[in-house]
């Protein structure tokens, strides 16, 4: 099963300069680093969108294809104001959510290796986690 998934990601990855980006991508300015699916990404604006039903990628500013994430819906109609909220351990923040007020929907991204393995440590040593909201906007 992983090396199905591993390579149908590849594909997408290979295959994203083809698609265009839909009109309920949402845009944020991070002012922080942030990790998403194992990529350190740093401070700048970003560019999120789902390309398939499941797969999120991510660019920035200059409209380089950065990153596609695996994500799941989490609420249908809640989604009020376009958001990224982001989960964070001390000084490292990982992208948790995408709020997107277009369709109503929250979803959640699945941790990435970086995060599980920060989360055991953290639990080890006791410190908590920080929900943190930036308020994004619809193109």
């Known amino acids: 099963m992983r090396i199905v998934s591993g390579f149908a990601l590849a594909l997408i990855c290979a295959t ?13 300015r991070i002012p922080f680093e942030f990790t998403v699916n194992n990529l350190t990404l740093p401070a700048g604006e970003y560019t999120g969108w789902e390309i398939m039903q499941g797969v999120y990628a991510m660019d920035n500013a200059n409209g380089d294809p ?7 819906p989490v609420a249908e109609n809640q989604a009020r104001l376009a ?17 997107n007020p277009l369709n109503g929907q929250v979803v959640a991204f699945v941790k990435c290796r970086k995060e599980k393995e920060l989360v055991t440590s953290r639990l080890v040593s006791g410190l908590r986690v920080d929900r943190v909201v930036v308020l994004a906007r619809v193109r």
């Open 83 to 99: 958001q990224l909220v982001f989960r964070k351990y001390g000084d490292k923040y990982f992208l948790a959510q995408v709020w």
């Open 66 to 72: 950065l990153t596609f994430s695996l994500a799941y």
């Open 16 to 28: 994203a300069p083809c698609w265009t980006q839909s009109n309920m991508a949402i845009v944020g």
